[in-house]
């Protein structure tokens, strides 16, 4: 159980930083467009962050269920980041 607990915090983590410093680098001019896309992939690094703080509680009491829940929070807050980094929300990137 411990395996899997601290392999979940250091996959999230790296997840979280990602989203957080990898995916609002640019390599050109910082469009409005862009400043917005940085602002929803810092709140999710820092949602998924914060799901660390959520997990704590469960880990020391062993509920699995609150693990879960936290797990799939932090899961959440990758895909919105994710999906946009995808382009897959247009009205974030055309003008």
Same mark, same amino acid.
């Given at each position: !159980?411990?395996?899997?607990?601290?392999?979940?915090? &250091?996959? /999230?983590?790296? =997840?979280?930083?990602?989203?957080?410093?990898?995916?609002?680098?640019?390599?050109?001019?910082?469009?409005?467009?862009?400043?917005?896309?940085?602002?929803?992939?810092?709140?999710?690094?820092? !949602?998924?962050?914060?799901?660390?703080?959520?997990? &704590?509680? /469960?880990?020391? =009491?062993?509920?699995?269920?609150?693990?879960?829940?936290?797990?799939?929070?932090?899961?959440?807050?990758?895909?919105?980041?994710?999906?946009?980094?995808?382009?897959?929300?247009?009205?974030?990137?055309?003008?």
């Amino acid at each position: !159980g411990w395996i899997h607990n601290i392999s979940a915090v &250091i996959f /999230f983590a790296l =997840l979280a930083y990602n989203s957080y410093f990898l995916f609002t680098k640019s390599a050109g001019e910082i469009t409005d467009k862009k400043r917005r896309r940085n602002i929803i992939f810092k709140v999710c690094g820092i !949602g998924m962050l914060a799901s660390f703080v959520l997990l &704590i509680p /469960f880990l020391i =009491l062993d509920v699995r269920v609150g693990m879960w829940i936290v797990e799939a929070l932090a899961l959440l807050f990758f895909g919105v980041s994710w999906l946009t980094k995808s382009q897959c929300y247009s009205w974030l990137f055309k003008d």
